[in-house]
């Protein structure tokens, strides 16, 4: 008896398809950036807005969008004008973020086991509604990385070049910022707040071992998160593990068979004699031979 049998088991494949291809897709300029930790700080940041919608009563995944958002576009400013670093703005996300979070989850009357299911996910808990958020703001985020991808990769690879380009600089960080809060925020019912940075960065680092470009590197990371999202969600369903850590566990040893193979591919080539590889030689028939 097949698992996507039940609805919640083709909901939850759904969204975690829908996350793997998001993920990935906007992780690769975070790695490009040397911000690969910065989807950690925001989870901690959209935890304080979950505690938020909790302590209020309303959803909590609106109040930790708003949230998450309002944090993205504090730290993208205070980096710009330079009056810290960007490990010290990172290190204000993670502790400010998971401080005010576990205050004002404290405060409000949520039991322990709501505020896991958050910060580990819960995704066959989704539901159509969640689906629905899920489709249409992982889609949006699909569209702009895919559709900016020249103009992103130029700020990320070299800011002051892309602005003696001409290029909309701010506009595409302050962009790049937004869209990494929102898809902490609709994967956190997937891999939870504090995995969703591996989903992010592990399959980009993987696809970074067997491709050189930009674009291949992207498609391959995709595939990479794709394929793990879908055998966590299979596997987690067979064994009864929680499916956001599963996911993680499966993209992780993704990368280390890729690292372990590609390595053992180049020591092999190093070590191949180069008389395998070299043409045989032309024959040269002397003058007056028979």
Partial sequence: MSLFQYDFMLRALAGALIIGL???A??????????????????????????????????????????SVV???????????GRTSGDLALALLFYGGIAGGVVLVGLSDSTSGNLVQYLFGSLITTTRGDLIVILVLGVAVLVAMLALRPA?????????????????????NLLLAVMTAV?????????????VSALMVVPVAAAQQVTRGFRTTMAAAMLIGVVAAAAGVTVSGEVDTPPGATIVILAIAAFLAISVGSALWRTLRRHIPAAQHAEPPDVVIEAGAR
């Fill in 71 to 81: 944090g993205a576009i504090g730290v993208e400013l205070v980096r710009e004008r």
């Fill in 183 to 195: 898809t902490v925020t609709i994967a956190m019912r997937t891999v939870g707040l504090l995995l």
């Fill in 22 to 24: 998001a993920a990935p």
């Fill in 26 to 67: 906007l992780g690769i300029y975070l790695v490009q950036r040397r911000l690969s930790l910065i989807g950690d700080g925001i989870g901690h940041v959209a935890l304080t807005g979950v505690g938020v919608g909790l302590l209020v009563q309303q959803s909590p995944v609106l109040t930790a969008v708003i949230v």
């Fill in 152 to 172: 992103l990769f130029a700020v990320c690879n070299d800011e002051e070049y892309a602005k003696v380009s001409g290029l909309p600089v701010r506009t595409l």
